[in-house]
């Protein structure tokens, strides 16, 4: 696999300038061979004074095409469950641990199919979201789901068990995981779907009672 040649920018210092920066050189990362079937590099999305980052897996096909993270069914999910928790919008950054759209064509080649990154693939890619972590310097990050989960806290971490709990972790004050909005959006029936969404909102409760403790920034 080819080694990128872009490293993060080092001598930027304002977040805003970071991130606008950081996403331009995400751009052109050829760090694994993902950027060969995506149209474009989906860098993270939100105010540069976010105190909270959502970490997801890779950008969907929505994402791949309008190359803003989160706009699809999921990221539509997860704007209803942030409302839902009482967490403001303008507090938050998302982004993914993969950012280009990793598909397989489907049997009649018309939809584009999800494949989940593998591990050399999320390695090249960790970079640009340490450099994210370090532009943001969150006071809560939360993994989204298992690949994000396994990237930032340990292939042995397991987000069925341990969901909801705050971990101790060198990434930010308070780092949780909980699921994917899409494994919500896969339940079986509606019954199950709204179960599984109330159990997710109920994990962002707890991000929005721990921010409340958070002095804010002057
Ligand atoms: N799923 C993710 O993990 N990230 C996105 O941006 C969209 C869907």
Redesign the pocket.
């Known amino acids: 696999m080819a080694r990128t040649t872009l490293s993060p920018p080092t001598l930027i210092s304002s977040p805003v300038s970071d991130l606008k920066s950081l996403a331009a050189a995400a751009r052109t990362c050829k760090a694994c061979d993902l950027w060969k079937n995506a149209t474009q590099t ?1 860098f993270g999305e939100g105010s540069p004074d976010a105190r909270i980052v959502f ?6 096909d ?2 791949d095409l309008s190359g ?8 539509r999910l997860l704007d209803e469950a942030l409302e839902a928790a009482g967490i403001d919008r303008k507090l938050v950054y ?4 993969v950012k280009h759209f990793k598909w397989v064509p489907d049997a009649r080649g018309k939809r584009r199919i ?1 494949k989940k990154p593998s591990y050399s693939e999320i390695a090249a890619c960790r970079p640009w979201l340490d450099s994210e972590l370090s532009a943001l310097k969150p006071d809560v990050l939360v993994c ?2 298992a ?2 989960a396994q990237a930032l806290l340990g292939r042995e971490f397991s987000v069925m068990r341990q969901r909801g709990r705050w971990i101790e972790s060198p990434l930010a004050r308070h780092v949780m995981a909980t699921v ?3 494994s919500i959006l896969r339940a079986i029936d509606s019954d199950a779907r709204k179960a599984q969404k109330q159990l997710f909102v109920s994990d962002l409760a707890k991000v929005a009672q721990i921010m409340r403790r958070i002095p804010k920034a002057a």
Request: net charge neutral.
């Open positions: 989906v970490v997801g897996e890779q950008p969907g929505r994402e803003r993270p989160f706009v699809g069914p999921a990221g998302v982004t993914n641990a999800h989204l789901g690949t994000a994917h909005p899409s």
